[in-house]
């Protein structure tokens, strides 16, 4: 395997684990670090908090930028954006027209009950959504690429997945 692909999954597994954060449940705290309002389905219905930020980065040697968003508890909410370039404010990646946006999916659990939205290189589109930035500030740099600052919001329209028990629609909104 390229080196250069070895260190784009390399970063791209630290940015998953830099994201955790927790949540137990539906909130309404306004100084989170991102807020999350899904509608529709009842069982995943309600306002979430995240208790970190979303981490942003952009791998130099892949040219691959990345969006990550999780939070745990007894509703799990799992987002990433994989997508071509660094990250630039007033820029907005759909799945209508995924061009730049390699990969991406956000998956929603309650027991064994999962929503979704996700595609990307070879998987079928389930849902659609959208990835905007109003805001990007470099936060750090090294030789292996760059974390940034980021704010913006994720658009879903979430469907059940198939094969697990979850059933209705969702729309779910993020604000970071």
Same mark, same amino acid.
């Given at each position: ?16 684990l830099a994201s955790c954060g927790d949540s137990m449940?539906?909130? $309404?705290?306004? @100084? ?5 309002? /899904? &509608? *529709?389905?009842?069982?995943?219905? +309600? %306002?979430? !908090? ?16 990345? $969006?990550?968003? @999780? ?5 799990? /909410? &799992? *987002?990433?954006?994989?997508?071509? +370039? %660094?990250? !630039? ?41 959208s990835l905007t930035f109003t805001t990007v500030a ?29 059933s209705g629609n969702a729309t779910m909104r993020i604000?970071?």
């Open positions: 395997m390229d080196k250069a692909v070895v260190l784009g999954f390399a970063a791209l597994g630290w940015l998953i449940g539906p909130s $309404t705290n306004a @100084n989170a670090a991102c807020t999350i309002t /899904i &509608t *529709g389905a009842t069982a995943i219905a +309600g %306002a979430y !908090t995240c208790s970190q930020t979303p981490v942003t980065i952009w791998v130099p040697s892949t040219n691959v930028g990345a $969006t990550s968003v @999780n939070i745990s508890g007894s509703t799990s /909410i &799992t *987002g990433l954006f994989v997508f071509s +370039g %660094a990250p !630039t404010a007033g820029t907005t990646y759909t799945s209508a027209n995924s061009a730049g946006l390699q990969s991406y999916g956000i998956i929603v659990t309650v027991g064994s009950a999962k929503w979704e939205f996700s595609a990307g290189q070879q998987l079928a589109p389930l849902g659609s959504g470099q936060a750090t740099s090294g030789t292996t690429g760059a974390t940034y600052t980021t704010h913006g919001t994720i658009d879903a329209s979430l469907v059940p997945s198939p094969g697990t028990t979850a604000v970071f």
